[in-house]
């Protein structure tokens, strides 16, 4: 049932359920940059559905619970989130060096999280920042990540994202 709803959801908001997930199609609302290069990131979250699997089946205790919670991040997203509160936060911006965004960001991430601006020479390239955001993303879960809708299954697929400006 979940399943079904997810995939109305998806209809209603003018996607096609099998090549856009619920969560990609608020994204692309959110992000305003049209439909986002969804089997790009299909791909992605596939290779970590694998990761994940191959994890769960080795009884990796990685989750101080004993069990493993897996978040789907994608970093521009989280970027752009982190933006309504902070612009120095945002995503890099037209004609602005990789190398300078990057330190914008850490500077920004600096006030939420100790010693990051101090170990910015570790940022040098942009999968170096994403793995970054990414973290920042999974540290900020449960309470500062906006929850997926009622009802939903996140294991149908669900990018978390830092939770809205109040």
Not at 13 to 20: D, K, L, Q, R
Not at 84 to 113: C, F, K, N, T
Request: proline fraction near 8%; glycine fraction near 8%; aromatic fraction near 6%.
């Amino acid at each position: 049932m979940c399943e079904l709803r997810s995939a109305q959801q998806v209809w209603d908001a003018g996607g096609h359920p099998v090549t856009e997930r619920l969560t990609e199609v608020r994204l692309r609302n959110e992000l305003a940059t049209g439909p986002l290069p969804t089997m790009r990131i299909g791909q992605i979250a596939a290779r970590g559905v694998a990761l994940a699997r191959r994890l769960l089946a080795s009884q990796n205790m990685l989750h101080p619970g004993g069990g493993l919670q897996i978040l789907e991040v994608y970093p521009y997203a989280t970027q752009v989130r982190l933006a309504h509160r902070d612009q120095e936060l945002g995503p890099r911006r037209r004609h602005e060096d990789p190398d300078a965004a990057a330190r914008r960001v850490l500077d920004a991430l600096s006030a939420h999280v100790d010693n990051v601006a101090a170990n910015a020479q570790l940022a040098t390239g942009p999968h170096v920042l994403d793995g970054l955001l990414s973290a920042y993303t999974g540290w900020l879960y449960p309470d500062g990540v906006e929850q997926p809708p009622q009802h939903f299954n996140p294991a149908a697929g669900w990018i978390w994202l830092p939770a809205a400006a109040a």
